[in-house]
T-cell receptor
């Protein structure tokens, strides 16, 4: 079946450094969603991107959808301890179900 | 609080047994999804229901079954349990079943099979 590859699997950063996670698909996505799961918690919806080349911002978080709609990224500027967690992308192919990426676990070194 | 309620929070049972996990979606949501998350793993889609009907099926084992009732709550039944079934099981709901709506996840049921 279709797969959404997400890298890196783990990322350790010093507090205040930037962080980026990437999602890639071999085929075109109809849209992509991003979720955050805090340690011991459940995934929480962050944002959905639909249009080619779309860029959306939420405070220190910037989400991008590639021009070919095959890749996406989440960039966090000046990380804080509250950013700790696993970030999942979830892509949709046509009208099919969401396919979650493997996630990127972010840890912050104070 | 996502508005999605899952019970029980924890479940410990022995191999070969059968358990039922329960999920109540957010008020107004018609679609329910079940996901399995093993330790340090991603989210594996099991099955989706929309307004009582099965809408999509993922990597759900034949030993597992689910249903959505008229009041829209859903149950996931796991039988002939194996050690490898130990995982966190999430239920999520969305307002519709056309796959463009955000998913709202419950707190999950942690299943331990001994």
């Amino acid at each position: 079946g279709q797969q959404v590859m997400q890298i890196p699997q783990y990322q350790h950063v010093q507090e205040g450094e930037d962080f980026t996670t990437y999602c890639n698909s071999s085929t075109t996505l109809s849209n992509i969603q991003w979720y955050k799961q805090r340690p011991g918690g459940h995934p929480v919806f962050l944002i959905q991107l639909v249009k080619s080349g779309e860029v959306k911002k939420q405070k220190r978080l910037t989400f991008q959808f590639g021009e070919a709609k095959k890749n996406s990224s989440l960039h966090i500027t000046a990380t804080q301890t509250t950013d700790v967690g696993t970030y999942f992308c979830a892509g949709r192919y046509g009208n099919e179900k969401l396919t979650f990426g493997t996630g990127t676990r972010l840890t912050i070194i104070p | 609080d996502s508005g999605v309620t899952q019970t029980p929070k924890h479940l410990i049972t022995a191999t070969g047994q059968r358990v039922t996990l329960r999920c109540s979606p957010r008020s107004g949501d018609l679609s329910v999804y079940w996901y399995q998350q093993s330790l340090d793993q991603g989210l594996q889609f099991l099955i989706q229901y929309y307004n009582g009907e099965e809408r999509a099926k993922g990597n759900i084992l034949e030993r597992f079954s689910a249903q959505q009732f008229p009041d829209l709550h859903s149950e996931l039944n796991l039988s002939s349990l194996e050690l490898g079934d130990s995982a966190l099981y999430f239920c999520a709901s969305s307002v519709d079943g056309i796959h463009n709506s955000p998913l709202h996840f419950g707190n999950g049921t942690r299943l331990t099979v001994t």
